[in-house]
């Protein structure tokens, strides 16, 4: 991974201005990324608390209520689901460990299996809405069911456009500018904002895999 070197001796006032907004730059990157999986798990968190407030409730015996309202969601489409999303933040981990070692197009290969992969669980996903086994207030369960997909299906469609824009931001950048330290100033910095953006993506992907897994248990393990 290229590094930019330290302040070179005889820095003009303007390098030095623009060398400490970079630096905040990616700061913010860093710190802006934790505060999103933050407010997501709060957003997701009003879901699994309501998840087991009705379920522990189960008033009239509505939560999960014998006869038509008893038929689960297919745990086949849900196995599925949760497999692409996780599949696809593993091989965008792995080709972040390729990009910083200087390998730009297998990370670029990575991340279009990673943006299929996960493009594919949201289709996967709508196509389950439409198709689903019951009415979506015909229980506790179902109305958590049907309130929680489609706002998880938005939330991993924005980190495939997320992933998008850095498959298309990344072309803009050399391959060679991966493996040795840029000429300029200016393409030095592209280089680490683009790497910084990249770290953040993957960490926001990883932290809605470990999401996935944990609705899936909730939904088609315990209901």
Known sequence: MAEMAGSPVGMTAEQEEEAFYHEAALNATWT????????????????VFAFFYLRSLNSHGLWYPSGQFATKPSIAVGTTIMALIVVSA?????????IKAGRKSAWSAAA????????AAVG???????????QP?????????????????????????????????ARQIPQISFVEQPPTFDEA???QRFQASLSAFTL???????????????FYIVH
């Not at 934790?34 to 968190?45: D, T, Y």
């Not at 279009?112 to 493009?119: R, T």
Request: positive net charge; aromatic residues 12%; hydrophobic residues 65%.
């Open 189 to 191: 910095t592209n280089v």
């Open 137 to 169: 207030g015909g229980s506790g369960f179902a109305s958590v069911f049907v309130g929680t997909s489609p706002v998880f299906a938005v939330l991993v469609l924005g980190t495939m456009v997320w992933l998008e824009i850095m498959v298309m931001r």
């Open 32 to 47: 802006g990324s934790r505060l999103m999986i933050g407010s997501v798990a709060s957003g997701l968190g009003a879901f």
């Open 204 to 218: 926001f992907w990883n932290f809605m895999a470990v999401a996935a897994v944990v609705l899936y248990v909730l």
């Open 90 to 98: 593993i091989v965008q981990s792995i080709g972040l460990t390729q």
């Open 112 to 119: 279009l299996v990673a943006l299929v992969l996960g493009l």
């Open 124 to 134: 996967v996903q709508i196509w389950q809405l439409t198709a689903l086994p019951f």
